[in-house]
């Protein structure tokens, strides 16, 4: 299962309480302070790991409490500091305020991380005449996970445009295939090998008009091709699902502008899809006399046409 958006809430530890004690012997009857400070409590870190790919570990765990610190004793013994929580999340993982809604970090490289609730202070012993305090309370905060996927790669199309397919024939990504439409149902990565050089590729479920605004669940698929650096464009060319190539190609460059300008205006390949069935051949005829740009002529089925199309993804990249 693929899961991208999460709710959390997160607690740090509280401070340990400071001690109050005084030494005393024969010597010593009106007591030397000697309380040590109490520990700090766990804050609790959020890092990115490059070994996860979905926030599904967080499906039945939202949770996530810190320990407190230990509380401080005779002898000026400071009490022990709690070991940080931390928290793994996938490498692209957006960590977002639930109240002010503010983005706190995005955590785009593997490792990196961040302080999402500070353990409290441990309180002051009595020692050197210091008042003696308890330990101060740990950080809480309701949290959004919002995942959106790294790749170098993102493909784009109507549903059924063969994007599964071609994928598959291109990377190691082994996504389910069917004749049907929204077969792909959540984002698939792959790694395509050129020889030279490795890209990442980004298959996300298919496109319909109204995704911007959450028609089809768009709005959600979209997020995760708004960090690529190429769009792979496919388009059937043999009119399968009896609409016209063009006016496919045109609404989906108006949902691009409607989620993100910056969308628009990254690099685009143009694949003309389905090569193999009769009648695309006219229909690219028909397509190269309105969209006057570069296109890539495949069949994601037969493999024809794909060591073209891969360079010039490449080469784009």
């Known amino acids: 299962m693929f899961i991208d958006t999460v709710k959390i809430n997160v607690k740090a530890g509280n401070g340990g309480k400071g001690c109050k004690s005084f030494y005393r012997d024969k010597y010593q009857r009106k007591g030397i302070p000697d309380g040590g400070s109490g520990g700090d409590g766990a804050s609790v870190v959020i890092r990115a790991d490059r070994n996860l790919s979905t926030l599904l570990d967080f499906q039945y765990n939202r949770h996530f409490n810190g320990q407190n610190g230990s509380h401080g004793s005779g002898k000026n013994q400071k009490g022990r500091d709690a070991q940080n929580l931390i928290i793994r999340v996938p490498c692209g993982t957006v960590i977002k305020d639930l109240a002010s809604g503010c ?36 950080q809480e905060r309701d949290l959004i996970l919002d995942l959106k996927l790294i790749a ?150 037969e493999k024809t046409g794909l060591k073209e199309l891969i360079e010039a993804i490449n080469e784009k990249l």
């Open 152 to 301: 170098d790669v993102g493909i784009i199309g109507f549903p059924n445009a063969g994007k599964s397919t071609l994928i598959t024939a291109i990377s190691n990504a082994r996504p389910e295939i069917a004749s049907y439409p929204f077969t792909t149902k959540f984002p698939v990565l792959g790694s395509v090998n050129t020889g030279s050089n490795k890209f990442i590729i980004a298959d996300i479920p298919g496109l319909i008009e109204g995704s911007s605004s959450g028609k089809g669940l768009g709005d959600k698929f979209l997020r995760h091709i708004e960090r690529t650096k190429v769009l792979l464009h496919v388009i059937d060319m043999a009119a399968v699902e009896g609409r016209d190539p063009v006016e496919d190609y045109k609404k989906i460059i108006v949902e691009l502008k409607k989620h993100s300008p910056l969308l628009n205006k990254k690099p685009q390949v143009i694949a003309a899809n389905k090569m193999d069935i009769a009648g695309s051949d006219e229909n690219l005829k028909k397509f190269r006399r309105k969209i006057k740009k570069k296109i890539y002529p495949i069949s994601a089925l």
């Open 103 to 138: 983005i706190l970090r995005d955590l785009e490289n593997d490792q990196e991380e961040f302080v999402v609730a500070k353990g409290g202070l441990g309180g002051n012993g009595n020692y050197r005449n210091k008042e003696v305090t308890d330990g101060q309370p740990g």
